[in-house]
T-cell receptor, first 113, second 113 residues
Framework: EAQVTQNPRYLITVTGKKLTVTCSQN?????MSWYRQDPGLGLRQIYY???????DKGDVPEGYKVSRKEKRNFPLILESPSPNQTSLYFC????????????FGQGTRLTVV | AQSVTQLGSHVSVSEGALVLLRCNYS??????LFWYVQYPNQGLQLLLK??????LVKGINGFEAEFKKSETSFHLTKPSAHMSDAAEYFC???????????FGSGTRLLVRP
């Protein structure tokens, strides 16, 4: 079954404590990305990756890092989380053909206190 | 810059009534267009997509959407709403030059008994 798996689903942390949200896909997709979802703003892209070791900033990259050491994994790293990073995060993967859809993980609800 | 506008952050219909969720895109070149649905505490699931093969696109769960280039619109419809249709709906576009999805701000559909 085609799947994008994110962990954890829920996370409460304190300001400044580094955290990582993992993302893994089993579809051999080259393109992976992270989005954050905030009320009234839809989904905004944080970072994306075209392939292993190829990453680039999206629309709201400040305060985030990513890495792509393996094709299937694309972790999101918050080195020093702040309360304005409280949000719902989605990882997505997509084949590199223009008319295909993106597949999304179940989401990670992060609260930074 | 490319953008997607969803008119109405909340839409309420009675069970059995027509569902109409509006989406307009801004692009000089017709993009690829997608409708996703998000049920509570879940990720985004593809409803349907427009990839220039046909202007009227049928999706899952009885939904369909019509691409109208003259109106730069891709509105989502369903003839008869069901209680299980209550969810948030996102319209998204993708340009030929990028794999990035641009999302609208979302429309929450409420179905009244």
């Amino acid at each position: 079954e085609a799947q994008v798996t994110q962990n954890p689903r829920y996370l409460i942390t304190v300001t400044g404590k580094k955290l990582t949200v993992t993302c893994s896909q089993n579809m051999n997709h080259e393109y992976m990305s992270w989005y954050r979802q905030d009320p009234g703003l839809g989904l905004r892209q944080i970072y994306y990756s075209m392939n292993v070791e190829v990453t680039d900033k999206g629309d709201v990259p400040e305060g985030y890092k990513v890495s792509r050491k393996e094709k299937r994994n694309f972790p999101l790293i918050l080195e020093s989380p702040s309360p304005n990073q409280t949000s719902l995060y989605f990882c997505a993967s997509r084949a590199t053909t223009r008319d295909t859809e993106a597949f999304f993980g179940q989401g990670t609800r992060l609260t930074v206190v | 810059a490319q953008s997607v506008t969803q008119l109405g952050s909340h839409v309420s219909v009675s069970e059995g009534a027509l569902v109409l969720l509006r989406c307009n895109y801004s692009s000089s070149v017709p993009p690829y267009l997608f409708w996703y649905v998000q049920y509570p505490n879940q990720g985004l699931q593809l409803l349907l997509k427009y990839t220039s093969a046909a202007t009227l696109v049928k999706g899952i769960n009885g939904f369909e959407a019509e691409f109208k280039k003259s109106e730069t619109s891709f509105h989502l419809t369903k003839p008869s709403a069901h209680m299980s249709d209550a969810a948030e709906y996102f319209c998204a576009s993708s340009m030929d030059s990028s794999y990035k999805l641009i999302f609208g701000s979302g429309t929450r559909l409420l179905v009244r008994p």
